[in-house]
């Protein structure tokens, strides 16, 4: 059976693990071929446990597995020379791009006060300014094809807000922003451009000392802690429900959506 995504091209950012690789798998299982990048090395500051090279070869595996094309390199979203040589030789080598995934960010859980410029500075370079970069950089391939989709990955605290990240919430909400102004400028050359909002997502980004960083913010302000509890007995979604919502806004089931911020959260959003 033919996927919905036959013959398309998407380039993915933070591809090596998690909901990059989930959304690299089900385009290509849906019939896309797949550009992706990711840092696959450390980053300072964050508690959990770093993407590697050996996870995005895994990736690159799981792709080939389903019979199509993979290209890839290790890239950091916020260099964006390295990202326009890479996203332009590969699309040469493809042929066209179709869909954009700005998948790639980073979570630090701190108190307001104990926020370092570092902590927030970081976060604005991967969170807001590696999205930006990603859209730059695929935006003008979709013009010159005459159309695509473009999707951006907020989160639950770029609706509403997280406590004990003051900084991510910002980069969350900057995203939520630059969707709706993608969306409004590159409409007339047929780009829709949609933003995803997972609330709690089963991935490695709650391995190494993430939990115990969440757990000591939380007892800095009980009543704060139980904000995002979703109404559905599900505490965490798997990356797999991410990427197919990620799919539905890729392909032309959702081709009159454009400026949505889909909520993937199991009502984390509202209490």
Known sequence: MTGKLE???AFITGAARGQGRAHAI???QEGADIIAIDLAGPIPLVP?????????QETVRLVEALDRRILFEQVD??????????VD?????????DIVVANAGICIPATWNETTPEMFQTTMDINVTGVWNTVMVGAPHLVTAGGGSIILTSSYAGKKMQPFMVHYTASKHAVTGMTRAFAAELGKHSIRVNSVHPGAVNTPMGSGD???????TNASNPALAVMGTPFLPVYSAEAEDIANAVAFLASDDARLITSEHLSIDAGSQYF
Not at 77 to 86: P, Y
Not at 210 to 216: F, L
């Open 89 to 97: 030789s590969s699309v040469a080598e493809l042929g066209h791009l």
């Open 77 to 86: 979203v916020r260099d964006l020379d390295a990202m326009r040589g890479f």
């Open 7 to 9: 013959g398309k091209v």
């Open 210 to 216: 993430m939990i115990e960083a969440i757990t000591r």
């Open 26 to 28: 089900k385009l290509a």
């Open 48 to 56: 959990y446990d770093s993407s590697s090279m050996e996870d995005l």
